[in-house]
């Protein structure tokens, strides 16, 4: 019996030992599972990373910093556990999406194509463009090379996109540039009115979230001759007509006209296109030098054909080496054509032959000539006298030999009276010859003029040369309620006044503008007018209330001392209480501070 219970004892003990060294075995080789993983991955610098190790199983565990290095851990792990059944349950934190560019657009449109190029954000956003652009311009070919990898749309994109097809629609030519917050547009508009309504509009469409870059031009003319025409009398120099073929050979013109006294504005010397081979500004410059060293006559350069008329008193022999002066100095691409202007007789005109030049302006009236005796000058000088006063009588007159023309007198008070009713009105006389020119605002009258002329002076040979100055006859027409403050406040948006920083001390500079704001309460009728004085948020409300009301008190005496009735003039400040744009912007807090015009009941 004792035998048995040895027996089962020992198998006891043997059992215990296996099931030990079992344990001990599998510990074992997950602790060599466990170490194998962990140098792989102190290998790589993963810190991250968990093990679970339950036999043959690997559990991996912990988040990593990206998806490629999760997916580096994870597959070191494995192949440094190639027998183990290896189970992943890491994860990753997300790589986050790389930044979209910005809106980016470029445009370009001839007389053929439209052509759009750079991103967007989206396909619906491209196709909006791309049908409305169609639409506005459905006679042009249309490449669209747009993409839609951009960042989200601006803002203010609805206005963006208007003001992209309006330039489409608008321009014959365009190239723009769209970034999130700024449209830049170059353009050619048919002309100058179409330019200034397209301006109009797209600085409307802007508004204060837009920056817009304009630089909006129009084709030059074709000047159809290409002329460049000029006249001399008594008063000096005149240019009737100028024309240039590019930008630099009018500044070169202008600065010839300079040099002669002739101070032209910018646009007087017009750019146009149709102008002949050669140096046209050195045949100008000649023509021009001829007929400044003559006494009197006409200069009128047609393309290639330069024609110089020399008038009484010039004679033939300062005629003949003004000509051959001419025709050395003139290009060789131009021809001269010259004359000496004769008398009914077919003779040129003698340095003694009768001679009467009258002129008038800014209230003077100015005689140059040849008078046949003293008392013949004398009661010339006094009706001229008669129609002014003898103090604003120039008398150049000289007493020479030679007989008058049949009816000169009666002539020389008729024009007389005729170039007083003129803007810088100007007549000259000769044996047979009269020549009247200035401006009118009425083509009427003018035309009445003439007719008079001819029928006082049937023995004359009467030419007139009168301009209808109607833009300075509307400018001096009379405004009505309405139309008085609609050009008050025109003028005010022209040019606003400005006061000295922090003041209600108008800037010199801005008198001018005082000057044309008193000029047009001349032409208005009696109509009582506030000056509102408006300011921006800038500052506290009562500072911005009083500072407004010292600028339109400012404004008021202002014009008071430029006469305008007082009783006519009201001044009143509403400090920042009506704004006309955004106080949150430069431009709109610009925009705020003015100086606005309202008629009172």
Same mark, same amino acid.
């Given at each position: 019996m004792w035998r048995y219970a040895t027996f089962f004892l020992a198998l006891s003990v043997?059992?215990?030992?296996?099931?030990?060294?079992?344990?001990?075995?599998?510990?074992?080789? +997950?602790?060599?599972?466990?170490?194998?993983? /962990?140098?792989?991955?102190?290998?790589?610098?993963?810190?991250?990373? /968990?093990?679970r190790v339950d036999g043959l199983k690997v559990e991996l565990s912990g988040e990593a910093p990206d998806p490629d290095a999760r997916l580096l851990a994870v597959r070191t792990a494995r192949a440094t556990v190639p027998n183990a059944d290896v189970t992943d349950r890491?994860?990753?934190? @997300? %790589?986050?999406?790389?930044?979209?560019? *910005?809106?980016?657009?470029?445009?370009?449109?001839?007389?053929e194509a439209l052509t759009l190029t750079g991103q967007l954000s989206s396909a619906r956003m491209q196709d909006d463009l791309a049908e409305q652009l169609q639409t506005a311009a459905s006679d042009l070919e249309f490449q669209d090379l747009t993409g839609t990898n951009a960042a989200a749309a601006p803002v203010a994109w609805e206005d963006m996109r208007a003001l992209i097809v309006q330039s489409v629609s608008g321009l014959k030519t365009a190239y723009l540039r769209v970034s999130p917050d700024t449209v830049e547009?170059?353009?050619?508009?048919?002309?100058?009115?179409?330019?200034?309504?397209?301006?109009?509009?797209?600085?409307?469409?802007?508004?204060?979230?837009?920056?817009?870059?304009?630089?909006l031009s129009v084709p030059p003319d074709v000047a159809i001759p290409f002329r460049f025409a000029a006249w001399k009398d008594f008063g000096g120099l005149r240019v009737e007509t100028c024309a240039a073929r590019d930008e630099d050979e009018r500044v070169a013109i202008l600065a010839t006209l300079g040099r002669h006294g002739l101070d032209g504005h910018p646009g007087a010397? @017009?750019?146009?296109?149709?102008?002949?081979?050669?140096?046209?500004?050195?045949?100008?410059?000649?023509?021009? #030098? $001829?007929?400044?060293?003559?006494?009197a006559g006409s200069l009128d350069l047609i393309y290639q054909t330069l024609h110089l008329e020399a008038a009484p008193p010039s004679d033939q022999s300062d005629f003949d080496r003004t000509a051959a002066e001419l025709?050395? !100095?003139?290009?060789?691409?131009?021809?001269? +054509?010259?004359?000496?202007?004769?008398?009914?007789?077919? +003779?040129?005109?003698p340095r003694d032959a009768y001679w009467l030049s009258i002129g008038a302006q800014?209230?003077?009236?100015?005689?140059?000539?040849?008078? *046949?005796?003293?008392?013949?000058?004398?009661?010339?000088?006094?009706? $001229?006298?008669?129609?002014?006063? %003898?103090?604003?009588?120039?008398?150049?007159?000289?007493?020479?030999?030679? @007989? *008058?023309?049949?009816?000169?007198? /009666?002539?020389?008070?008729?024009?007389?009276?005729?170039v007083a009713e003129l803007e810088d009105g100007a007549a000259e006389m000769t044996a047979g010859r009269i020549r009247?020119?200035?401006?009118?605002?009425?083509?009427?009258?003018?035309? #009445?003029?003439?007719?008079?002329?001819?029928?006082?002076? @049937?023995?004359?040979?009467?030419?007139?040369?009168? #301009?209808?100055?109607?833009?300075?006859?509307?400018?001096?027409?009379?405004?009505?309620? #309405?139309?008085?403050?609609?050009?008050l406040n025109r003028l005010l948006r022209d040019q606003p006044l400005v006061f000295e920083t922090g003041s209600a001390v108008i800037d010199k500079a801005s008198m001018p503008i005082v000057t044309n704001l008193a000029e047009t309460f001349g032409r208005c009728d009696e109509i009582v007018v506030e000056i509102g004085g408006h300011t921006d948020s800038k500052g506290s409300e009562s500072l911005n209330l009083r500072l407004s009301q010292?600028?339109?008190?400012?404004?008021? !005496? !202002?014009?008071?001392?430029?006469?305008?009735p007082l009783d006519r003039l009201s001044a009143r400040g509403y400090g920042e209480a009506e704004p006309i744009a955004s106080n949150q912007t430069e431009a709109g807090r610009a925009r705020n501070r003015r100086i606005e015009f309202r008629a009172l009941e």
């Open positions: 043997i059992a215990t030992g296996v099931g030990f060294c079992g344990t001990w075995g599998a510990e074992a080789y +997950q602790r060599l599972l466990s170490e194998r993983v /962990h140098q792989g991955l102190e290998v790589l610098g993963v810190n991250w990373m /968990h093990l890491t994860t990753a934190v @997300p %790589r986050p999406l790389p930044p979209r560019p *910005p809106i980016q657009l470029e445009l370009h449109r001839d007389a547009i170059t353009g050619i508009a048919a002309d100058e009115a179409a330019r200034t309504a397209l301006q109009d509009r797209l600085i409307a469409s802007a508004g204060d979230r837009i920056t817009l870059v304009l630089d010397c @017009p750019v146009a296109l149709g102008g002949p081979d050669g140096p046209w500004e050195q045949a100008v410059a000649a023509g021009l #030098e $001829a007929l400044d060293s003559l006494p025709a050395e !100095a003139l290009p060789q691409e131009f021809r001269l +054509q010259a004359r000496l202007v004769q008398t009914a007789s077919g +003779q040129a005109v800014a209230g003077k009236i100015a005689l140059q000539g040849r008078m *046949p005796g003293m008392a013949e000058r004398e009661a010339l000088v006094t009706f $001229a006298a008669a129609l002014t006063s %003898r103090a604003a009588v120039e008398d150049a007159l000289v007493v020479a030999e030679g @007989p *008058p023309p049949s009816g000169w007198h /009666h002539a020389a008070q008729e024009l007389l009276a005729r009247l020119q200035g401006r009118m605002d009425d083509p009427v009258e003018a035309g #009445e003029m003439r007719r008079t002329l001819l029928a006082a002076l @049937p023995e004359f040979e009467i030419s007139t040369r009168i #301009e209808i100055d109607l833009p300075g006859a509307i400018g001096r027409m009379p405004l009505v309620d #309405e139309a008085c403050i609609a050009e010292a600028r339109a008190d400012a404004v008021l !005496a !202002a014009l008071a001392g430029q006469s305008v």
